[in-house]
């Protein structure tokens, strides 16, 4: 969460995020091997704004949005068969990495809502990088915060 002083320095930070400045990156366990260890994910999705949940559908599928993002697999347990991920996302869709990946047989350990494995678990997704430009000064600010190594993270992120 990010809190800006002043509502100039509050509007900057918006523009930011509109214009896709603004980027935050995630660290996501993952069930199964990916098949490739870098790659990008575009679908369209649909919110069903009643059951709180989203689904791919196909292109042209009325009131779907586009979702994109890019993944890098950063470690694979065959022990477990989790995967640690690295997901940026180049849009922000709702739900939209755990729809992504649950919809590619892939969900994100602990999710009780698209998931398959660890329902009792912790969801296992973490924004740990943010990056902008500072309103006032144009510096760019890059703030990282890992998981702490419990559980699942301590297993995959050691």
Excluded at 21 to 47: A, H
Excluded at 72 to 82: D, P
Excluded at 112 to 138: D, E, M, N, V
């Amino acid at each position: 969460m990010v809190f800006a002083k002043t509502s100039k320095a509050a509007s900057r930070l918006s523009q930011q995020v509109r214009e896709k400045i603004f980027e935050k990156e995630y660290l996501v366990i993952i069930d199964g091997k990916m098949e490739k260890d870098t790659g990008t994910f575009e679908d369209y999705l649909l919110k069903n704004e009643k059951k709180n949940l989203s689904r791919v559908v196909e292109e042209g599928t009325k009131n779907s949005k586009k979702a994109i993002l890019d993944y890098t697999v950063e470690k694979y347990s065959e022990e477990i068969n989790l995967s640690v991920v690295k997901v940026k996302l180049h849009t922000g869709r709702h739900h939209q990495i755990r729809v992504q990946f649950a919809s590619r047989n892939h969900s994100v350990y602990g999710d009780q809502k698209y998931g398959t494995r660890g329902r009792s678990k912790q969801l296992c997704l973490w924004a740990y990088k943010l990056s902008f430009l500072h309103p006032i000064t144009k510096e760019k600010l890059e703030f990282e915060d890992f998981p702490e190594k419990t559980g699942s993270w301590k297993i995959l992120c050691d």
